[in-house]
């Protein structure tokens, strides 16, 4: 098939496409990396709340910890996702002498990820936030944008990095 298009290629002469990412300029954004990384928190705490509660240890309470567990796992993946995407794709060589400590930041946030996915720690859930909001400070800084920390309106109600729009 490549072989195909090549010669066609030749005869036909396509326009070729050229991008320097997967997706268009100016969308990648790390609030979703937060929102998954607050949600890894809330999920650790309703996990242990659940256990505490857990009198009669029925099909129904090894439903809900199971869907709580697998959120939770989920969702750390989900952070892990976004840093990745966001340090592979927007992060640039100028962007690394300006923040030498990036590529270390983005592997504590790996490692938190998958900590996170492996036990119930709400220490280390709450340090993936804080790396999390790092990582966004460092990503809205270099777009020029201002940024704030707000306390996030809903439990875990941790403080987050927004830009300050």
Not at 90 to 116: R, T
Not at 125 to 152: D, M, Q, S, Y
């Amino acid at each position: 098939m490549y072989k195909l298009l090549e010669y066609m290629d030749r005869k036909i002469n396509f326009t070729r496409a050229r991008a320097h990412c997967d997706v268009p300029c100016g969308i990648y954004d790390p609030s979703t990396a937060l929102i998954d990384a607050l949600t890894v928190v809330r999920m650790v705490d309703l996990i242990k709340e659940h256990l505490e509660k857990g009198a009669t240890q029925d099909g129904e309470f090894y439903n809900r910890l199971t869907r709580l567990i697998t959120t939770k796992e989920d969702h750390a993946e989900k952070v892990k996702h976004e840093v990745r995407v966001i340090w592979g794709d927007f992060i640039k060589q100028e962007h690394i002498e300006k923040f030498p400590e990036i590529h270390s930041l983005v592997h504590e946030i790996m490692q938190l990820g998958s900590k996170d996915k492996q036990g119930v720690d709400r220490e280390s859930a709450v340090k993936l936030v804080e790396k999390v909001n790092r990582f966004a400070e460092i990503f809205w800084e270099i777009k020029g944008v201002k940024t704030k920390r707000v306390k996030a309106p809903y439990a875990p109600n941790l403080e987050v990095v927004h830009p300050d729009l």
